[in-house]
Structure formats: structure tokens, C-alpha cells
């Protein structure tokens, strides 16, 4: 049955998204009757039309939309149930359990673990990476000794920790034929080239996503600089959306931190209205009773990596 719930939520997602059965038959690698016959046969169980195919493009019904979201919901609380059962499996008093973002790990793992590696050499380490309300739920049940958020998913009887700053703006390739008439002269991730929102509303954006939709922090980014992309293309990794904005693929909102993290041979073009990166505060989150001697530790590493960013 999960097996079953995810295939239709990845289908039916992708259909949402490309509004056309060709279109989501190639993505998803099958024939467009294939993918007919599946949204036929899912609409006869459900007893209900998830799409209004009479219109053109095709549009989700209120049904659909329902159905998508309730999917969601189940498929995260599966994945919270299947962490929770692994992490009654260790023994606390050898593990530190962590929960950190899907691409936030992979910018400052390695260094802060490596340094905990040192100070607690029997330490078992397990990561849990999720959203951040998630991540703040499994704090407030024991289930993590300490969450890094990036936003401030607050639970009130939970303390926090102010641990740093990242710093991000938009990339583009050095190159990109829009931006070659403007002085890129000292251009770099702590100066981007001060851009007019009228270059950037011309650009294929990458984003990151949640399902087949917009992350919250990237609706808010749209919806505060008033940007209004001509295409936007959803990369669930942000490597990979640094990797072909450097390639002129389209324009990416990323931590500044992939500059030095990814080698590539293209040259980055940062870019942000103002020419000042955005700044993003990062939290640790302990459960009730407050951080260990390892969780502290670890907070510790984290904050000292961001300041020597």
C-alpha cells in the first residue's frame, strides 16, 4: 500500500505539473496510453475525476488537489513513523541523533563531524533529514538530541539556540548573454552584482521544491523581490542546481556556500537586488530537558563553521 500511494502521488504530481499526458508520459518514462489507462483506472477506484481533461491544458479538480495534498500528509507521516521506530533501535547513550535539512548536510557535515568524531570517539551518529516542522516535532518527543533549522519552526516548551548565519543570493553562469552588457568587476558570493528584477524576471529559474510544488521560503522569495520567472524547473539536490546554473540552465537562489563546496570549470555569476546576499538564521533545537554534552558540541562545531565561512 505505501509502494502504491507514492507511485500515484509521483504520477499524478508530474501530470499536475505538465498538464499535458504526453508531456508527463515522457518525464515519467511511458507510453501517454499507459498513462491514460492509470489515471483511468485510479479515477474509477476513487470514484472521482482528479483531472478536468475537457480543458486544455488539463486542470487538477478540487478533488485532485485534495487527493495530492492527503498524499503528502500520509507519505510524511510514514517517513516520520519509519525514523521514529529506527531511532528506538540505538542506544541514546551512544548515539546522537541529528536532524538537518537534505542539502544543508552536505554544505557542513563533513567538517563539523569530523571534529565531533575527535572529542567523542565511541559516538555513534544518526542523521534524520526533513522539513523543519517535522524535525521540531521529533525533537519534542526525545526522538532527536538536536535539530538545525533553518527557519524558526517554534515549539514553545523547546529550547533554542541562535548558531550562525548563511549567507545566499542568486547564480547564474559568468557568461549568461543577459548579464554580459554589466560591470562584473570584484563579483562574488559577499558582492553580488547589484541586478535590476527586470534582468532576473527574464530567466528560467532552478528551485528547490517540496513534492511537486514550490518550497515556502522560495514562494516568500518570489513574492518579496515581486519576481515573476518565465519558466522554473524544480531540482530537488541543490548541487545539481548550482551545477547547471553555472551552466546557464536558468538562475538559482542558493546558499553562497556551494561556491566553494562545488568545483566546476564554469565560472558563477552571484547576483541580488541591492547587492547584499540575503542573510538566514540557523537554530539548533534540543529536546525539553536541554542539549547534552554531544548535541552542545555539535552546535558548537556548526556555529564556528559558519563564521569561518
Given at each position: 500500500?505505501a509502494r502504491?500511494?507514492?507511485?500515484?502521488l509521483?504520477?499524478?504530481?508530474?501530470l499536475?505539473?505538465?498538464?499535458?499526458?504526453?508531456?508527463a508520459?515522457?518525464?515519467?518514462?511511458i507510453?501517454?496510453?499507459?498513462?491514460?489507462?492509470y489515471?483511468?483506472?485510479?479515477?474509477?477506484e476513487l470514484?472521482?475525476?482528479?483531472?478536468?481533461?475537457s480543458?486544455?491544458?488539463?486542470?487538477?479538480?478540487?478533488?485532485?488537489?485534495?487527493?495530492?495534498?492527503?498524499?503528502?500528509r500520509?507519505?510524511?507521516?510514514?517517513?516520520?513513523l519509519?525514523?521514529?521506530?529506527?531511532?528506538?533501535?540505538?542506544?541514546?547513550?551512544?548515539?546522537?541523533r541529528i536532524?538537518?535539512?537534505?542539502?544543508?548536510?552536505?554544505?557542513?557535515?563533513?567538517?563539523?563531524?569530523e571534529?565531533?568524531?575527535?572529542?567523542y570517539?565511541?559516538?555513534?551518529?544518526?542523521?534524520f533529514e526533513d522539513?523543519?516542522?517535522?524535525?521540531?516535532?521529533?525533537?519534542?518527543?526525545?526522538?532527536?538530541h538536536?535539530?538545525?533549522?533553518?527557519?524558526?519552526?517554534?515549539?514553545?516548551?523547546?529550547?533554542?539556540?541562535q548558531?550562525?548565519?548563511?549567507?545566499?543570493c542568486?547564480?547564474?553562469?559568468?557568461?549568461?548573454?543577459?548579464?554580459?552588457?554589466?560591470?562584473?568587476?570584484?563579483?562574488?558570493p559577499?558582492t553580488p552584482?547589484?541586478?535590476?528584477?527586470?534582468l532576473?524576471?527574464?530567466?528560467?529559474?532552478?528551485?528547490?521544491?517540496?513534492g511537486?510544488?514550490?518550497?515556502e521560503?522560495t514562494?516568500w522569495?518570489?513574492?518579496?523581490y515581486r519576481?515573476?520567472?518565465?519558466?522554473i524547473?524544480?531540482?530537488?539536490?541543490?548541487?545539481?542546481?548550482y551545477?547547471?546554473?553555472?551552466?546557464?540552465?536558468?538562475c538559482?537562489?542558493?546558499?553562497?556556500r556551494?561556491?566553494s563546496?562545488?568545483?566546476?570549470?564554469?565560472?558563477?555569476?552571484f547576483?541580488?537586488?541591492?547587492?547584499?546576499p540575503?542573510?538566514?538564521?540557523?537554530?539548533?533545537?534540543?529536546?525539553p530537558?536541554?542539549?547534552?554534552?554531544?548535541?552542545?558540541?555539535?552546535?558548537?562545531g556548526?556555529?564556528?563553521?559558519l563564521?569561518?565561512?
Open positions: 500500500m502504491r500511494n507514492t507511485d500515484a509521483y504520477y499524478v504530481s508530474v499536475a505539473e505538465e498538464q499535458n499526458l504526453t508531456r508520459a515522457e518525464r515519467l518514462y507510453t501517454q496510453p499507459a498513462l491514460t489507462a489515471l483511468n483506472r485510479l479515477e474509477a470514484g472521482v475525476r482528479l483531472f478536468d481533461r480543458l486544455s491544458p488539463i486542470r487538477l479538480t478540487e478533488a485532485g488537489r485534495y487527493y495530492i495534498a492527503e498524499l503528502r500520509i507519505e510524511d507521516q510514514r517517513n516520520r519509519m525514523e521514529d521506530l529506527r531511532s528506538l533501535e540505538q542506544d541514546s547513550h551512544e548515539t546522537l536532524g538537518i535539512g537534505r542539502n544543508r548536510g552536505a554544505l557542513w557535515l563533513p567538517q563539523v563531524l571534529g565531533l568524531r575527535s572529542a570517539p565511541g559516538l555513534r551518529v544518526q542523521l522539513r523543519d516542522i517535522n524535525m521540531s516535532e521529533h525533537t519534542a518527543r526525545g526522538m532527536l538536536v535539530a538545525v533549522l533553518e527557519t524558526f519552526a517554534y515549539i514553545g516548551h523547546l529550547p533554542y539556540e548558531i550562525g548565519e548563511e549567507r545566499q542568486f547564480v547564474t553562469g559568468y557568461d549568461n548573454p543577459s548579464f554580459m552588457a554589466l560591470d562584473r568587476t570584484g563579483n562574488s559577499e552584482l547589484d541586478v535590476d528584477i527586470t532576473l524576471n527574464r530567466q528560467p529559474f532552478l528551485c528547490p521544491g517540496v511537486a510544488a514550490l518550497n521560503y514562494q522569495l518570489f513574492a518579496n519576481l515573476n520567472p518565465r519558466d524547473t524544480l531540482v530537488a539536490n541543490n548541487v545539481t542546481a551545477e547547471l546554473a553555472l551552466r546557464n540552465f536558468g538559482a537562489f542558493l546558499c553562497t556551494y561556491a563546496l562545488v568545483r566546476t570549470e564554469e565560472r558563477p555569476l547576483l541580488m537586488p541591492g547587492g547584499a540575503v542573510t538566514r538564521r540557523l537554530y539548533a533545537v534540543y529536546p530537558a536541554g542539549p547534552g554534552p554531544a548535541a552542545a558540541a555539535f552546535a558548537r556548526l556555529g564556528e563553521a563564521k569561518a565561512r
